[in-house]
């Protein structure tokens, strides 16, 4: 068993921000794979169902942002799972608006909802970072994430979102390649020519996960700290 969690703030107020990408994208793999209807669980939204052979948990923390991690905390606790099990979708300001990283551990940034899971959970979960740009300065920031995506945003969100759905169950069977694979066929499709072959699928570029680049003594550090 897996747990995907979006990262976001409930409400209509915040449905379409930028910082609520995440919930967007456990939304869209709920909606395309089947999944049971949302129901509320430990501080927030939850649905169940398969991708693959692997059984899904789906969460949405309504805990706000800054309190992610309790909710997450109470899931893994009731489902008996360690950070290893935990995947987390969240927007990433240090990425350009559409592309999409892997990430095993590492540091929060920053992210309030990152810190919260650190705080409860550690840092040994995945994360699947999806750039939603960066406003240029910091004291900008809460402001940019706060706000909606504009309308020129909606294409290729849309194309990321897809992408993320139809990689689902790579990611869920740890293979990240085909994942990334699956969200670059979305966003970046091969060009069709009517002189040249096909592009073949291998041969489109594929983001690779992100090495943890960690010292053993930061990683532990990360765990313990």
């Known amino acids: 068993m897996l747990l995907f969690v979006g990262l976001g703030n409930p409400g209509a107020k915040y449905a ?14 709920a909606d395309d794979h089947g999944f049971a209807p949302w129901r509320a669980k430990f501080q927030g939204q939850l649905s169940e169902g398969r991708l693959g052979s692997e059984k899904i948990v789906l969460l949405k923390p309504e805990t706000y942002m800054n309190l992610s991690g309790q909710s997450v905390g109470e899931a893994m606790r009731f489902f008996k799972l360690e950070p290893e099990h935990v995947i ?26 990152l810190r919260s899971l650190h705080q409860h959970i550690g ?6 970072r999806i750039g939603i740009g960066h406003p240029g300065h910091k004291d900008l920031v809460s402001r940019y994430v706060l706000h909606d995506f504009a309308k020129a945003d909606e294409a290729w969100l849309d194309d990321v979102l897809r992408g993320i759905s139809d990689g689902a169950a790579h990611l869920a069977e740890g293979d990240s390649g085909k994942f990334l694979n699956a969200v670059a066929l979305r966003t970046q499709p091969p060009r069709s020519s009517t002189t040249a072959k096909p592009t073949p699928e291998k041969k489109l570029e594929q983001p690779q996960e992100e090495p943890d680049t960690r010292s053993a003594l930061q990683r532990l550090m990360d765990k313990f700290g």
Request: aromatic content about 6%.
């Open 16 to 29: 379409q921000n930028r910082h609520n990408v995440g919930f967007m994208a456990v939304d869209r793999i």
């Open 88 to 113: 987390v979708f969240q927007d990433e300001l240090d990425l350009a608006p559409g592309k999409v990283r892997v990430k095993q551990g590492g540091g929060h940034a920053g992210h309030n909802g």
């Open 123 to 128: 840092p040994e979960y995945r994360r699947v």
